[in-house]
């Protein structure tokens, strides 16, 4: 049961009574004898809660940064009208608007609700529980009840690199044959023969084929085609940093503004996670890979592994990987670079590019990847991309005062490690992609663009 | 085991709120717990002595500092006791001869009324000394621990009684009196005639308070000073009246100006209250949880770090990682690899900006600045350098 403010006022114009009242101590009884006989005809005649039904539908995934609507059909079996307020309880990232809804279903109807998701982070999200309040006919007391109402929405990562995709397969078109100067060298993987015209490479010409027919004719050659491709994306300590600017808000800055008792913070309000970013490259590759005909294999690890997706189709590919990756977050532990690299080896049986999205952080890549560089580089292609922290870079460039040129310093320090980590990764035969979050994706797709031209897949 | 395959019944809605029966079965061990707490509780109120609050030396006060005992072992023989908490009340008793007057409360009793009323008089208490009620008698500052002391001195009640649990002020009589009990520089009693009684004075009552009674000869003094009489007044100290009961100027306490609703209003207003916390604190669904992710900015460290060479003024360090960073970026662009020797890229330098390869080899290799505000010059050298070498 819950009381409403009017059974308050009441009792606070029963103050005035009492007080006016030439009996005063039998109008206090009276007073009180009459509002708690009305909250009983309230309690007894107000809806009944237990009975009630709830059927849901609506939105199960969306991308971060769109709105989910969730409808709550609200069934009413039993003899009386619900008349109150209904909570349909989530999580607070899951933005779930209003808090509060208004409710008024007659004794055997059913009334729809919609709710309105705004999430402010990936995952699972998950309804708790559905509240009803059912006031009496009155409006002194009301009826309270939960009940269970699953429903979960998965927010997936928004794929905000998917706008540099055209411009990107437009590049593997050329490089595919699609292009009219198709010349030899742009691909290794012999395609097809067809008759000279002029301005073809001579050094393309077929003899034997020429000499079997009556015109000449050429060899045309075209990338490699049906490789394998394998993303591994380290979930350890270093992708929970923060960096650049959250396009699209996260929990955490969301705690930082809102809220009275919260103190707000004077420090900048903190971008997305390395995690985040590394997916939205992660995502870009793997839609131009699989366009381009090669088998894209999807690994996170940091002590074990977390999600593993193989063997996906091409056009399943990119819903079964943003579906793998909503609900990994950045654990906070040291990645195990041993186990993922046996992880990686006992999975890619055949030779494949293996793109490895961690960070260069030159301590936990002594003790980490650097001993086991060479099993995975001797029989795979790896390359390695990182997200820096454009904080860093400007902090580098700010040299204006004594305070500004000791953070400079150190901004410098940490650029220097950096730089000698990809140089020492270079030695060892890997190729790395160094680049602010807003270029990490373009980067990372070209970087594989001209691999592929370059036929070392 | 069976399983329950009805469509609908898996993906829909259950109530998880607690019905009737789940709250008395989850709560009927709280509620026979908390009845049990009552009853004991009740039974020890009904079956204990009634302790009010003590008042000492009253000799209606059943109390270890109460005097019951000793008014009881008055009245067994033959003495009338008649408690008055009031001058007047003490005043009008005094009629007939032979009453003995008891004063146990002196701070409230120094009246020339009460010093009117003749007969025996034994004052009792260390707390003021009524001047009027024993003339002559002075209070010695200091006072004297409560302990049992020897009478040494010819009052025939003193010496009958004999060691005495006695203390509290130190006395000294007008002349013509007799001391007891010595203590300090005076005595605990005096006792001494005037006006055809005899006014004897007391330090301290504890030897007539119930805890005491029963030891040494503390009931023998007490009788002996005031078992003599027919009857004693024994003057305590009257009951307190609440604040809010004491009479103003027209004879009219706050409680006889207050209209009769009022404290009833209050009682509503409570009732109110109650509602109000009722209804703000009922919450509507429960209170949500949820992990949620760090949130730490990747480039925390870095500025840990530059607030750590600011706090030791690490101008070597800090110079080293600028100079590291400039040569880094500056050698490529001079077409050196990135082994190449020092003069190599000083002498590159020079060329290629036209400065002085001494001062360029200063800034690149040179000293650390003793300075921040060499620091700073360095940042804006090494700054120049690079920009000259960029836009070549």
Redesign the interface.
Known sequence: M????R??LV??L??VV????PQ??A??AG??LLLAAAILVDLVFAGA??P????RSGDRLIRLGQRAEVELVVENPGGRRVRG?L?D?????AGASPR?LPLDVPAGERRRLVLTLDPT?RGDRAS????V?SLGPLGLAAR???????WSVRVLPPFLSRKHLPSRLARLRELDGRHPALVRGQGTEFDSLREYVVGDDVRSIDWRATARRHDVVVRTWRPERDRRVLIVLDTGRTS????GDAPVP???AQ??GGGLLVRPDP?PV??W??LDWSMDAALLLAALAARAGDQVDFLAHDRAVRAWVSGASRTELLSSLVTAMAPI??E?VEADSQAMVAAILSRAKRRCLVVLLTDLNSASLDEGLMPVLPQLSSRHLLLVAAVS?P??AA??AQ?????Q????????????DR?RVT?RLRRHGVEVVDAPPDDIAPALADAYLALKAAGRL | MSVDLRPGETQGSHSTSPTVCSVWRTGRAAVALGLVILAVGVLITLFSPEQGESRPLDPADTSLAGSKALAQLLRDRGVTVDRVDSVEAAVAKATEPGRLLLVTATWFTDDPALARVPGDRVIVGSTRLPSQLAPGVRDLPGGSRERSREPECPLPAATAAGSVFIGGSVLTGPPGSTGCYPAGKGWSLVSYPHAGGTITVVGSGEFMSNLRLSEDGNAALALNLLGTAKAVTWLVEPDQPAVGDLAGPEGKSVHDLMPPGIPWAVGMAAITVLLLALWRGRRLGPVVMERLPVVVRAAETVEGRGRLYRARRARASAADSLRAGTIDRVTPRLGLGSGAERHEVVAALAVRTGQDPQQVGAALYGPAPVDDAGLVALAGYLDAIERTVSEH
Do not use: K
């Open positions: 819950a009381l409403t403010g059974a308050a009792a606070a029963g103050i009492v007080l006016l009242a005063p101590g109008a206090l007073v009180c809660v237990r009630l039904r709830f059927h307020a909570r309880a989530w999580p607070p990232s509060v982070r708790v529980a559905v509240t309040r309270q009840g939960s009940h269970r109402a699953p929970a940093g923060r960096v996260l929990a955490g705690a930082n420090r903190p971008g996670p390395r977050e950045a906070l922290d904080r860093v902090m580098a040299r204006a005062s004594a305070e040129v000791y953070d400079a310093a150190a901004a410098e320090r940490a650029r220097l730089r140089a």
